[in-house]
T-cell receptor
Framework: DQQVKQNSPSLSVQEGRISILNCDYT??????FLWYKKYPAEGPTFLIS?????DKNEDGRFTVFLNKSAKHLSLHIVPSQPGDSAVYFC??????????????FGKGTLLTVNP | DTEVTQTPKHLVMGMTNKKSLKCEQH?????MYWYKQKAKKPPELMFV???????INESVPSRFSPECPNSSLLNLHLHALQPEDSALYLC???????????????FGEGSRLTVL
């Protein structure tokens, strides 16, 4: 059973508009949530994260919102640029013993930003 | 050097073959990871080595055998694989396993494995 779900396999937006990528989770023990970005033929790279005790984290054009009661988070990209076209993975971390954490990933959403 | 290097990029093997995937990093990271990703599925954690000791084994079948010869190298030995093991195998590293929660996880490009 998937603990991190990205229900939209793909999203297409126009350059300059807002991209909103969504993620749902089931495990209330997750304590950090992360977004990774993956270009073809490259490994995923870290984009932005949020602690479970916060509801918003912003970094430039990227903002992540967390709604703990709904077990839902979203990534907003404003304004969207063609270079943002990539697969975006939602991930969540949980303690795996001591101070160690492990990540659980969603399936990913392919974002296409059209010029 | 901020790279995690994986070789080979592509591997085709028969079910009776023995092969290995290799991963190398020179960032001084002390935790290294193997993930498996099948098409349209999320990356799934297989193994974690922390300070050269196996820290996590996610109940992976014994036909996959990890090895961490030193803090910079991580191998995945493959033997008697099945066609359903065909996938992208991603290696990653972090300074410390505890920093993964903060996004401090660096991935390689992956090794695309096909088992015939």
């Amino acid at each position: 059973d998937q603990q991190v779900k990205q229900n939209s396999p793909s999203l297409s937006v126009q350059e300059g508009r807002i991209s909103i990528l969504n993620c749902d989770y089931t495990n209330s023990m997750f304590d950090y949530f992360l977004w990774y970005k993956k270009y073809p033929a490259e490994g995923p790279t870290f984009l932005i994260s949020i602690s479970s005790i916060k509801d918003k984290n912003e970094d430039g054009r990227f903002t992540v919102f967390l709604n703990k009661s709904a077990k839902h988070l979203s990534l907003h990209i404003v304004p969207s640029q063609p270079g943002d076209s990539a697969v975006y993975f939602c991930a969540a971390s949980v303690r795996s013993g001591g101070s160690n954490y492990k990540l659980t990933f969603g399936k990913g959403t392919l974002l296409t930003v059209n010029p | 050097d901020t790279e995690v290097t994986q070789t080979p990029k592509h591997l085709v093997m028969g079910m009776t073959n023995k092969k290995s995937l290799k991963c190398e990093q020179h960032m001084g990271h002390r935790a290294m990871y193997w993930y498996k990703q099948k098409a349209k599925k999320p990356p799934e954690l297989m193994f974690v080595y922390s300070y050269e000791k196996l820290s996590i084994n996610e109940s992976v079948p014994s036909r996959f055998s990890p090895e961490c010869p030193n803090s910079s190298l991580l191998n995945l030995h493959l033997h008697a694989l099945q066609p359903e093991d065909s996938a992208l195998y991603l290696c990653a590293s972090s300074q410390d396993q505890g920093l993964v929660a903060y996004g401090e996880l660096f991935f390689g490009e992956g090794s695309r494995l096909t088992v015939l």
